[in-house]
T-cell receptor, first 108, second 112 residues
């Protein structure tokens, strides 16, 4: 079936450092989203990014369709960025397959 | 955007019992989705629920074990029948609005 691979599985940063999170898709991409999951469990969408580059504040997402990958860049990390970052692929009709996530911890 | 509410936030139940998880949207949505997430693992799509039709289930999930109702465009209920410790996880409802998938806060279930 369709698979989504995320790397790294976990990451520890000093506050102020940058991070690059990767997401690879096993099949051709229809659309995808990046999500942030808070330590308490709730999820929030960061980017809907089927192709190209999008930026929001310190976050930048780049999706390259023909290479079936997407990345999430976090610049100048803050302790409040700690949590799990998930990418997900829309397999059709908004049914998403999720990656296993990158667990980020930012220490002061 | 759309806001999704879930009730209960968490529940503890005994093996063999059934429990219901409710999801309410603050606006009408075409499809509601249910996801399961085990501790430290990713989310797995369980089923899609549209108003007035039977839910469609993904591989590994069945109507008998996880019946889902969708009586109107703002409400859905997931039932966990004959709960087992292996069902202990977080259950999320979600829905799509324009380009974004929105999630409820989740229901943490512990089956003893």
């Amino acid at each position: 079936g369709q698979q989504v691979q995320q790397s790294p599985a976990s990451l520890v940063l000093q506050e102020g450092e940058n991070a690059e999170l990767q997401c690879n898709f096993s099949t051709s991409l229809n659309s995808m989203q990046w999500f942030y999951q808070r330590p308490g469990g709730s999820l929030v969408s960061l980017f809907y990014n089927p192709s190209g580059t999008k930026q929001s504040g310190r976050l930048t997402s780049t999706t390259v369709i023909k290479e079936r990958r997407s990345s999430l860049h976090i610049s100048s990390s803050q302790t409040t960025d700690s949590g799990t970052y998930l990418c997900a692929m829309d397999t059709g009709n908004y049914k998403y397959v999720f990656g296993a996530g990158t667990r980020l911890k930012v220490i002061a | 955007s759309v806001l999704l509410y879930q009730k209960p936030n968490r529940d503890i139940c005994q093996s063999g019992t059934s429990l219901k998880i409710q999801c309410v949207a603050d606006s009408q949505v075409v499809s509601m989705f249910w996801y399961q997430q085990f501790q430290e693992q990713s989310l797995m799509l369980m089923a899609t629920a549209n108003e007035g039709s039977e839910a469609t289930y993904e591989s590994g999930f069945t109507k008998d074990k996880f019946p889902i109702s969708r009586p109107n465009l703002t409400f859905s209920t997931l039932t966990v029948n004959n709960a087992r410790p292996g069902d202990s996880s977080i259950y999320f409802c979600s829905s799509q609005f324009q380009d974004t998938q929105y999630f409820g806060p989740g229901t943490r279930l512990l089956v003893l």
